[in-house]
């Protein structure tokens, strides 16, 4: 029970982190209709800005905001300098111009930081553990960043619903040209929208840094994940972002915790395992094909 | 205020204008009238920057606007009530309304949402509603208060009338009949001539991207049977 219960934590911490990511790639992709598989880069800068600003200063509060800054930054330069070239483009280009960009930004910091995975330390302050129930102690890092993660969501619903801002993006989303010839300059927005894209992304890669380690190469692992989070939630809808991050986020961490277990239950050792491993690692997949086929168009489709 | 001067268009790899000229005067009520087709809405789409000119000049307020961006036109005092509508279908009515409004020159009666709703109560009573939601008549409503929200000076209106059903036509022209009265300049696509000839000062007929005639009302209303062939009502 005590078990059960500790995954479901983890899957929802894990889930609260992938929401961060797709949000981000979920507006760019909803709105400007633009793939950019160089989000996972954004990431990674994040956390290597973090874990260097760490290393520096020796705490983790100035690395929370380097991070997000050199995420944001590089974030809003990529966009004026490569994806808004890509807006007319089709989708091929995209993918081709910002896989382009993925092994640039490896590249770089591959050449700048070294190869080897950087460690950054739990702030002091959460280092310690919670008993959120009598018997069950959950590290308070984790916790907080499940309060981070929430407190983004809702913050995200008020831009989204009660804004301006938002109306915009709503409005930009299926008629650019109207809010162009309305006295919009929607150039400024798709800026803007992607810089705050490119932050989350960062605030997610500073989090996962004292729990994961930083390393070239760790922004590719997540993003195939956070696009299957996009794709069952539906494209472009902050709230369906939302809930498929947290099916996928549940059904990977519950999957890898307990496939395997119950599979033992039926085969022999050496079978369960090699199965169960396997099996536990497409799951994800698995559940997105059956959302699809009940839902072609994610879970919460951007209506018109 | 508005000055076309001779440009020439293209649109989906054919030439549609050449060198179409038009003028819109202060407070003046301008038509353009023509069959499918002959350039009417190109003209739109280049004096809003949305299909811009290959060449020629277009001025407002004797500002050349002909190379700017769409958004900076419309924020030079042009508001736009699009073919078709373009009704955001993802925002309420209300949110329709406040998205892109604006009061960039200072506007000396400035609008507001009060006053959107006193020239169309049936949007008040729909405020909450998704605009998607809306019958034709007040999704067209809904379009021409949202460009009155950007305070423009010249309102170009594009088919708005189009398959709307005739009292709710009378509607919308009573509405532009009011906006003249107070002062509004006002360029419109339509081919309802009754109408026209009550609201409008002058006419452009639109023939082959070029303009074929222009004449004011009283001139339109004699030559009315000839007008009618050409533009083929």
Not at chain 1, 155 to 167: A, D, E, F, K, V
Not at chain 2, 64 to 73: N, V
Not at chain 2, 150 to 173: H, K, Q, S, V
Request: aromatic share 6%.
């Amino acid at each position: 029970m005590q078990l059960v219960l500790e995954q479901l934590l983890n899957g929802l911490q894990l889930s609260l982190t992938l929401f961060l990511l797709a949000a981000g790639l979920t507006l760019v992709f909803g709105i400007m209709g633009v793939i950019n598989l160089a989000h996972g880069s954004l990431y990674m800068i994040g956390a290597y800005a973090g874990a260097w600003a760490a290393a520096k200063t020796g705490t983790f509060w100035l690395a929370l905001p380097a991070g997000l800054a050199a995420a944001a930054l590089v974030g809003a330069a990529m966009e004026l300098l490569v994806v808004r070239r890509l807006y007319a483009r089709e989708h091929l280009s995209q993918v081709l111009a910002t896989f382009g960009l993925i092994l640039f930004f490896n590249g770089f910091i591959a050449w700048s930081a070294g190869r080897s995975p950087l460690l950054m330390e739990t702030p002091p302050q959460l280092s310690g553990f919670v008993e959120i129930l009598p018997g069950l102690p959950y590290p308070a890092y984790r916790l907080a960043m499940m309060g981070v993660g929430v407190a983004v969501a809702l913050g995200l619903w008020y831009m989204i619903s009660r804004t301006r801002i938002g109306m915009l993006i709503r409005a930009g989303s299926d008629k650019r040209e109207m809010v162009e010839a309305l006295g919009v300059d929607i150039a400024k927005l798709f800026t803007l929208v992607f810089a705050l894209g490119a932050l989350l992304a960062g605030l997610a890669g500073v989090m996962v840094g004292p729990i994961r380690s930083v390393q070239v190469g760790m922004g590719e692992q997540v993003l195939i994940t956070t696009f299957v989070v996009i794709v069952v939630g539906g494209i472009g809808s902050i709230r369906g972002a939302f809930a498929g991050a947290l099916l996928i986020g549940m059904c990977d961490t519950l999957g890898r915790a307990f496939v395997p277990m119950l599979l033992k239950s039926w085969l022999s050792g050496p079978l369960a395992d090699g199965l169960g491993g396997a099996l536990s690692s497409v799951i994800i997949y698995l559940v997105m094909a059956l959302v699809l086929i009940v839902r072609p168009r994610g879970l919460f489709p951007v209506s018109g | 205020m508005l000055r076309v001067d001779n440009i020439t268009s293209s649109y989906g790899g054919g030439l549609i204008l050449f060198g179409m000229s038009l003028d819109v005067g202060a407070r003046e009520v301008v038509t353009l009238i023509g069959r499918n087709g002959m350039g009417k809405s190109t003209t739109i789409r280049a004096i809003m920057g949305l299909t811009p000119a290959r060449s020629g000049a277009i001025t407002f307020d004797g500002k050349r606007i002909e190379a700017l961006r769409p958004h900076e036109i419309a924020q030079n005092g042009i508001g736009l009530v699009p073919e078709g509508r373009q009704i955001f279908v993802r925002l309420s009515v209300e949110e329709n309304l406040v998205a892109t409004s604006a009061d960039r020159q200072g506007a000396a009666n400035k609008w507001s949402l009060a006053r959107v709703y006193d020239l169309f109560p049936r949007l008040a009573e729909r405020r909450a509603q998704s605009g998607g939601t809306l019958s034709g008549g007040e999704q067209q409503m809904l379009a021409i208060g949202r460009a009155l929200m950007t305070n423009p000076r010249l309102l170009i209106l594009d088919e708005a009338t189009e398959g709307l059903a005739p009292l709710i036509r009378e509607d919308i022209w009573a509405c532009l009949r009011q906006l003249k009265s107070e002062g509004l300049s006002i360029l419109v696509v339509d081919r309802n001539l009754d109408a026209l000839l009550g609201l409008a000062d002058r006419h452009y007929v639109v023939e082959k991207g070029r303009v074929a005639w222009s004449g004011t009302s009283a001139e339109l209303a004699v030559r009315r049977d000839n007008i009618e062939r050409q533009i083929g009502i």
